[in-house]
């Protein structure tokens, strides 16, 4: 049995695996190109959840919601590490039709974690300078998170990754290249590096839903699954 929350990784990646169009870019500006079958699709996931989670980064560059909108359902608690605690009180996030969790360290300065209660929604702060993605998980699950999505961006989804946190990857495939280097792509960080670390996968659908492509991965737990 699992003592952390079950965990699906979504994205919207090019063909080259890119997840926006330039560093810093808001990755809104690609997911223009999605139909609303696509939409639906990632919006269902959304509402089948307890928790959605995106990194900080992404509530600075995108402004997301992260509410469901598309389809019918209740919305997910929101949930943002945040080891800086550098969040714009006034995001998207912090609207009142949902509740949001932000998980940061000391660093956050104090008038901002005022601001973010005073609004109705949680701060958590957690001990050191960075958070360590394993504890998150277990406190997650000792919350009450049995299932979380994560939509990214990259530098979560390599904490995920490398901490072996990651049950399923689902993704919107876009038709298109953007090229570049230095752009987020799906998974980050500093990379395994080696053949015999790397997170194996086995497809477990394919379909296609309005004009795209929709893969669905099952992580594999041992080399023998
Ligand atoms: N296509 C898609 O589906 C999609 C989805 C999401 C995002 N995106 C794109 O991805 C880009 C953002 O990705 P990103 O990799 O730069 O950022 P990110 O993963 O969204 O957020 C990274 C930030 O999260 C916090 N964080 C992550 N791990 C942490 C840890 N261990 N301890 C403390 N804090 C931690 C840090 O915030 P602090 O630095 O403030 O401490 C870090 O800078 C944007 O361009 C966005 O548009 C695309």
Redesign the pocket.
Known sequence: MLNRPYTII????TVDG???LY??????E??TLMDIEAYKYLHQIRAKVDAIM?????????N?SLTVRYVEGKNPIRI????????PTDANIFSKDAETWI???N?MPEETRRAIEEKGHKVFVFDG?????KELWKFLYEKGIRSILV?????????LVKNHLVDEIRL?HLPVIVGGEDI?TLV?GEGFKSLSKLLHLRLRAHFVRGRQLITEWEVVKSKRD
């Open positions: 979504t994205s919207e990646v890119k997840l926006t560093k810093g870019a808001s990755s809104k690609l997911m995106v990194g900080c980064e992404t509530v600075r560059t995108d997301p943002i590490p945040c080891g800086s605690g550098n969040i998980l940061t360290t660093r300078d960075r958070l360590d993605f939509e990214g961006g990259s530098t979560v989804n390599w904490q919107i987020p980050g």
